[in-house]
């Protein structure tokens, strides 16, 4: 890595989460041309991406870590409003009106692509099936988020931390990764932000979930026992069913 804490340069046809991301659908000779326009940086954790406030120039496609995105009030309560893993557009809180209306840190070592967002409109003008895979995206992580909080609305606490699992099982089994095996890059206070309980709460209810038999929890590494069985708990077995379907 270079001392800027740029990154050697990627292809997009190389890259990983290529299929989740905007190469998805791409002639070469489009995605030789979005390529000469995407930048690579590390940010180490805690790093800041983007701050509250700042104006929108760039968005951003998370290639390997994760990041979390955060608003702040008057009086400097954080409240968390969304966790980003790799293929994931990051950025878009700011297309309203130009403005980033949260600030996205780095939960650890991360991989960061972006591409400057005039430039990225100026190209879906030329590239129409840029464009579409742009708004399939966009469309994407409107979805995902929605259906989360229908998933979390009127649940009790330990419900919805069998939601925010189960829908970190979800994201990472389409990434190629294990359904059942995956690492809490995130505190359990920023759990508790982003599910609006305290660290203390989110605590008592993994521990009642390990009692339960449902969960195997060593400090930040998290195994799924039983995934049916977690399904059934999450009071959205309807939406988790058919997501895990096999």
Known sequence: MSPSGEEP???????????LCLPRGLSQEDLTQLDSRVCHRIAQRRDVIYRAGDPLRFLYVVRSGSVKVAI????????IIGFYLPGELLGLDG???????????????????????????????????????????????LGAEQELMLSLARRGVEQRIVVFLLNLSKRWSQRGFSATRFTLTMTRDDIASYLGM??????????????????????????????????????????????FAR
Do not use: W
């Open 95 to 141: 297309l309203n009106d130009h403005r980033h209306r949260g600030t996205a840190r780095a939960l650890e070592t991360t991989s960061i692509c972006e591409i400057s967002f005039d430039e990225l409109e100026s190209l879906c003008t030329k590239l129409p099936s840029l464009n579409r895979q742009v708004e399939r995206l966009m469309s994407k992580e």
């Open 198 to 243: 305290t660290g203390e709460t989110v605590t008592r209810a993994f521990v009642a979930l390990r009692n339960s038999g449902l969960l195997k929890v060593e400090k930040k590494n998290i195994q799924i026992l039983d995934l049916d069985a977690l399904i059934e708990r999450s009071g959205s077995a309807e939406i988790y069913a058919r997501v």
């Open 72 to 79: 702040g009030d008057a009086a400097g309560t954080e409240q």
């Open 9 to 19: 340069t990627i292809s997009c046809g190389d890259c990983h989460v290529r299929e």
